[in-house]
C-alpha cells in the first residue's frame, strides 16, 4: 500500500502542475473556455454569472497558478492535509463543469490541457474521477507521506517561488503570445492546405430495418433500410480547418487573401481592441507597403461594418478591411489587434500588439 500511495501521490501532483502550465501557456485560451462556462451557467442558473464574464482572464491566470502552486505543494508535501484538501475543492468544481458538459452537451471541450490535448466531455468527466481516485488513495494513505521536503521558512520559500513563477509564465503569455501553439493556424501551417482533406475520407452507413442496425461501407439501395447516422472511417484525414473564410460586400476573399505576401492585422472586436498601439501599427503598415517583398497589409475583422468604420476613422488605419468570424480570429492569434504574416497561405510569422514588427524583421521571415 505504501508503493500505491506514493504512485498516486507522484501522478497527482505531476499532473496538476502539468494542467497549469498547458493553460499558463495560452491563458487567453483558458480565458475564453472559462467565458464559454459563464455564458452557459447566465443562461441555465441566472445572470449572476456574467457579472465573472469580463474578468476571464483574471480567473484564468489565479486557477491556473493554483494549480501548479497545489501540485508544487503536494510533492512536496507542504501541510499536506490542508493541500489535499483544496485539491479536493478544485477537483470537486471540475469535476462538475465536466460532467454537466458532457450530460447536457453544453461545452465541447473542456479545456483542461488547453489546446494540447482535446478531451470530449466525457473523457474529461472521466480523466476527473480517475484524478479523485487518486486523492482518495493518497487522502486515505497519508500516514505513508510523512516525511516533508520543506519545513517551515524553506517550505513557503518554496511555495512563493512557485507561484511567482508561474503567475510570470502567465502574465508574460498574456502581454505576448503563447509559448506553444498548438492551434492549426501556428507558424509553419499551410492555411489552404489545411483547409482540404489529407486523404480522400471514407465513411460507414449506419441503417436501420425492423428494429434492427447494420452498418455498410456503400450506401444500401434497398429502400426498406431507413438512414440512421454516417461515421468517418478516417477522421484523422478530415481538413483540420473548416471555418476560415474572409468577404466583404461584393463577395468571398478567402482564397485571394491566401495567394502572395499578406500582412493580416486581426481586430477581432473593436470595442476591446488596444488603441494605444495603432501610431506603431501606422508605422509598420507604411514601412512593409514599401517592402520590396510586395507585403500587401489587410485587416480581418468581425466587428459589425458601422462599428468598424467608426474606428478605423478614429485610428486613421488606411487599409481594406475584410470580415470573418469571431472565432476563427481569436483562434488564429491571441491578441487584439494581432499580426499574422502569410506567404502564399503559409503562416510565416505572429505577432502580440506588444510586439509589433519592423519591416526588416517581416523581410527575414519571408
Known amino acids: 500500500?505504501?508503493?500505491?500511495?506514493?504512485?498516486?501521490?507522484?501522478?497527482?501532483?505531476?499532473?496538476?502542475?502539468?494542467?497549469?502550465?498547458?493553460?499558463?501557456?495560452?491563458?487567453?485560451?483558458?480565458?475564453?473556455?472559462?467565458?464559454?462556462?459563464?455564458?452557459?451557467?447566465?443562461?441555465?442558473?441566472?445572470?449572476?454569472?456574467m457579472w465573472f464574464y469580463p474578468h476571464a482572464r483574471t480567473i484564468s491566470l489565479i486557477l491556473s497558478t493554483l494549480e501548479v502552486v497545489l501540485g508544487v505543494a503536494l510533492l512536496l508535501r507542504w501541510h499536506l492535509r490542508k493541500t489535499l484538501w483544496v485539491l479536493l475543492g478544485l477537483l470537486v468544481f471540475f469535476g462538475f463543469l465536466t460532467f454537466y458538459s458532457a450530460a447536457f452537451n453544453k461545452v465541447t471541450d473542456c479545456g483542461c490541457f488547453g489546446d494540447f490535448i482535446k478531451l470530449t466531455p466525457w473523457a474529461s468527466f472521466t480523466k476527473d474521477m480517475i484524478l479523485l481516485a487518486l486523492w482518495l488513495v493518497v487522502f486515505f494513505g497519508q500516514r505513508y507521506l510523512r516525511l516533508v521536503f520543506a519545513k517551515g521558512t524553506l517550505g513557503v520559500m518554496y511555495i512563493t517561488i512557485a507561484a511567482a513563477v508561474a503567475a510570470g509564465i502567465g502574465v508574460y503569455a498574456l502581454g505576448h503570445l503563447p509559448y506553444f501553439d498548438f492551434l492549426p493556424y501556428k507558424e509553419g501551417n499551410n492555411i489552404g492546405q489545411l483547409m482540404k482533406p489529407a486523404a480522400p475520407l471514407r465513411y460507414k452507413y449506419i441503417m436501420a430495418r425492423n428494429g434492427q442496425e447494420q452498418e455498410f461501407t456503400e450506401y444500401p439501395t434497398d429502400t426498406t433500410w431507413k438512414f440512421k447516422q454516417m461515421v468517418a472511417l478516417n477522421p484523422e484525414d478530415a481538413p483540420k480547418i473548416t471555418d476560415f473564410r474572409v468577404w466583404n460586400d461584393e463577395g468571398d476573399y478567402t482564397q485571394e487573401i491566401l495567394k502572395g505576401n499578406k500582412l493580416l492585422l486581426i481586430i477581432q472586436n473593436v470595442n476591446s481592441a488596444d488603441r494605444d498601439r495603432f501610431d506603431k501599427m501606422n508605422t509598420m503598415i507604411l514601412s512593409a507597403d514599401s517592402s520590396k517583398r510586395d507585403i500587401k497589409t489587410v485587416v480581418l475583422t468581425s466587428s459589425n461594418p458601422a462599428d468598424y468604420d467608426a474606428f478605423r476613422h478614429e485610428v486613421n488605419l488606411p487599409v481594406p478591411f475584410y470580415y470573418a468570424d469571431a472565432t476563427v480570429l481569436k483562434s488564429m492569434v491571441r491578441s487584439n489587434p494581432g499580426i499574422i504574416l502569410l506567404e502564399n497561405g503559409v503562416v510565416k510569422g505572429k505577432f502580440h500588439y506588444h510586439d509589433i514588427p519592423t519591416r526588416e524583421k517581416l523581410e527575414e521571415l519571408l
Open 1 to 49: 500500500m505504501r508503493l500505491v500511495t506514493r504512485i498516486c501521490w507522484l501522478l497527482l501532483g505531476v499532473v496538476f502542475i502539468f494542467s497549469g502550465l498547458v493553460k499558463l501557456n495560452d491563458p487567453v485560451g483558458t480565458a475564453l473556455k472559462l467565458e464559454e462556462y459563464f455564458e452557459v451557467f447566465s443562461q441555465d442558473f441566472g445572470q449572476f454569472f
